[in-house]
């Protein structure tokens, strides 16, 4: 079966700290792994990662995969309230994608 | 312009009727999604329409019907609806290549309350 595990589930930081969001995936189907922000409606798109070792960068959102070892990292530096959401990543591979739980951050002033 | 739109954004029912939500993509794409998302945030894939045909159907109970009358357009209808159904429903659209999907595209989502 498909999955997709994300640590933490659930993250408190204050403004200005550095957070490191984790998401681990089953080989099976591999092509691509996605990172989506969710506020409170439709989760919105931040990255897709198809290649290991090569980080991808948005403003102070960066996120990198690592294929021999299953797994990915989303990085946000000097977080800012604005930043509080749920972050979701998922495999792509077949016609679907696989979310993972999320992480959900709240980023304290 | 809104890439992915559903309709209605909200929808209060009582248990045992039966009810349908529609969406609409104006990206071009050749696949669209239905996902339900719990009240824990999980968001899981019901459907899945690849140019009008079914391609992915996700063990979700008959009940359920997803019909597709153009590339453009994906709706679900939802026959005798029961407590569990409440959620949130999300559409999706993208382009798939190869047998792979690329980045989806999720529309604002229809929050589904049966009473």
């Known amino acids: 079966e498909d999955k997709v595990v994300q640590s933490p589930l659930s993250l408190v930081v204050h403004e200005g700290d550095t957070v490191t969001l984790n998401c681990s995936y089953e080989v099976t189907n591999f092509r691509s792994l996605l990172w989506y922000k969710q506020e409170k409606k439709a989760p919105t798109f931040l990255f897709m990662l198809t290649s290991s070792g090569i980080e991808k960068k948005s403003g102070r959102l960066s996120s990198i995969l690592d294929k021999k070892e299953l797994f990915s990292i989303l990085n946000i530096t000097a977080t800012q309230t604005g930043d509080s959401a749920v972050y979701l990543c998922?495999?792509?591979?077949?016609?679907?994608?696989?979310f993972g739980k999320g992480t959900k951050l709240t980023v304290n002033p | 312009d809104t890439a992915v739109s559903q309709t209605p954004k909200y929808l209060v029912t009582q248990m045992g009727n039966d009810k349908s939500i529609k969406c609409e993509q104006n990206?071009?794409?050749?696949?669209m999604y239905w996902y339900k998302q719990d009240s824990k945030k999980f968001l899981k894939i019901m459907f899945s329409?690849?140019?009008?045909?079914?391609?992915i159907n996700e063990t979700v109970p008959n009940r359920f019907s997803p019909k597709s009358p153009d590339k453009a357009h994906l709706n679900l209808h939802i026959n005798s609806l029961e407590l569990g159904d409440s959620a949130v429903y999300f559409c999706?659209?993208?382009?798939?290549?190869?047998?792979?999907?690329?980045?989806?595209?999720f529309g604002p989502g229809t929050r589904l309350t049966v009473l």
């Open positions: 999706a659209s993208s382009q798939v290549t190869g047998g792979a999907t690329d980045t989806q595209y």
């Open positions: 998922a495999k792509g591979g077949s016609e679907k994608l696989v």
């Open positions: 329409y690849n140019n009008k045909e079914l391609i």
């Open positions: 990206l071009g794409h050749d696949t």
